[in-house]
């Protein structure tokens, strides 16, 4: 079964630092999506992007964050000065459609980022 | 603002037992409901979903019951394994965005 991959799995990072996570979507996707999941808490939206541009964002998506399609394969989460409460699981996820319309959105299996 | 959520943080089981989670969401326009499965130290694994024009749906061991009228979505999962312990998320999807609202997340535990 095809799969969505993320690197890396855990990074340790110091505050202030530059941060990129990498995520391969499942190659038949359009759509794609960042999550974060705070410790302990449930998973929140961050961002959607489709077609080289940024669908939506929510207000946690602030001028620190970025995402970009460099290539045909993957996509990136960029956090540029990392803090301390930016320390949770970062998720990719990916899908063949928007909304529901009977797509099923896939999840990666996570990067950890620790903020020390 | 508007949220989905889950009534209780944990639910103990016997295996063999069934298993019912709750969900209450509070956005009547959500069209399309999905519960999620996450493992430790893992990323959410979809189970089934549910469009708001059926108020059920079967898969394998688990059925999806959604009622529009008090707004609650629910997951049966018929004879509770050990492999079912995990936390189950409750999700809505904001209406052709794609950007899924979760709820808080239950925590399964299966006593053998």
């Known amino acids: 079964e095809p799969e969505v991959t993320q690197t890396p799995s855990h990074q340790v990072t110091q505050m202030g630092q530059e941060v990129i996570l ?3 979507p499942i190659s038949n996707h359009l759509y794609f999506y ?4 705070i410790l302990g808490q449930k998973v929140e939206f961050l961002v959607s992007f489709y077609n080289n541009e940024i669908s939506e964002k929510s207000e946690i998506f602030d001028d620190q964050f970025s995402v970009e399609r460099p290539d045909g394969s993957n996509f990136t989460l960029k956090i540029r000065s990392t803090k301390l409460e930016d320390s949770a699981m970062y998720f990719c996820a990916s ?3 928007p909304g529901p319309s009977g797509n099923t959105i896939y999840f990666g299996e996570g990067s950890w980022l620790t903020v020390v | 603002g508007e949220s989905v959520g889950l009534h209780l943080p944990t639910l103990s089981v016997q295996e063999g037992d069934n298993s019912i989670i709750n969900c209450a969401y509070s956005n009547s326009a959500s069209d399309y409901f999905i519960w999620y499965k996450q493992e430790s130290g893992k990323g959410p694994q979809f189970i089934i979903d549910i469009r708001s024009n059926m108020d059920k749906r079967q898969g394998q061991r688990v059925t ?4 529009k009228t008090v707004k609650h979505l629910s997951l049966q999962i018929a004879a509770t394994q050990p492999g079912d312990s995990a936390v189950y998320f409750c999700a809505e999807i904001a209406s052709n965005t794609g ?10 535990q299966v006593k053998p």
């Open chain 2, 99 to 108: 950007k899924l609202i979760f709820g808080q997340g239950t925590t399964l």
């Open chain 1, 22 to 24: 990498r995520c391969v």
């Open chain 2, 64 to 67: 999806v019951l959604l009622n």
């Open chain 1, 95 to 97: 899908s063949r459609d």
């Open chain 1, 34 to 37: 960042w999550y974060r999941q």
